[in-house]
């Protein structure tokens, strides 16, 4: 097991996740409530995807958005060389973390560099993986672009997973990232070309991988409901993903917390949890 974790801004400045200049505070403690709290709640898109393509050893894979680096912590755990790309250096740091425990093999490299500085050697990946959902990234084109360009390192016919949401009225979660949406947009918070928050359609996955020039071979779908001890870890878990971020720079966040608890309220069970379930999608993609 050799993980790679890489800082790069990608192209066309695009990262995998919502995208935006930096907050001034409370950056660092989110990624930490990503890592914590939400991120697990995604775990079975990530085994399901190495399920089906029998991740283990043998696979260099490449993860896009990699973020706190659970989904390559369980790649390695299956005996995969993992390498990791993000923008965002905060939840890197907690990927460092995970992916260089006391123990770990001497040859284990951790680098700052560009995209290309994740490859090892000569050795080109065979799997890449970007699981950030669609609907919430800073414009297609660039992850079209980002994809283009890891595409480039993996060998002919490699798989690559997109992930994304599945459709709205599976998506009890809808509901509430509305709430971001609305914020933004009465905040004037919508840069042109951005996409911002939105409903997945149905062919979204197929045609970014028209646009990277990926050729489509098979996807699935996974549930990944969203369950919190209590409102307080279900509004912290939600703002950690990003997507809340353009509300958060146009609404005081005592606003963006308020109106988020509200959307909640309907999914708090009696015992006080918060349950929400999801149906989240995945494609299979090659490399020409």
Known sequence: MSPTLVRHQLPDSASLRCEGPPLPAGSRA???DWAEI???MLVPLYEAAYDRLGI?????????????????LLAAARGAQVSGVDADE?????AR?????????????????GLEAAASGDTAFNVVTAFHPMGCVSTVEGLAASLTAAAGLAERGSAVVLGGWGPVERCATAGVLRVAQRLADAGGDRAAGSVGWQPSGRDDLEDLAERAGLRPDGSGRVA???GYADLTSAVRGLLSTGVFDAALRVAEQRQVEKELAEAL????????????PNVFRYLIA???
């Open 56 to 72: 283990g050893p043998g696979t260099r894979l490449l993860g896009l958005g990699c973020g706190s680096g659970l989904a390559l």
């Open 97 to 113: 973390e995970r992916l260089t425990p006391d123990g770990m093999p001497e040859h284990t490299r951790l680098v700052s560099g």
């Open 30 to 32: 989110r990624a930490r």
């Open 38 to 40: 939400q991120e697990g």
């Open 90 to 94: 905060s939840r890197l740091e907690l």
């Open 286 to 288: 090659r490399t020409r």
């Open 224 to 226: 990944c409901p969203f």
């Open 265 to 276: 309220h309907p999914h708090q069970r009696p015992d006080g949890t918060v349950w929400m």
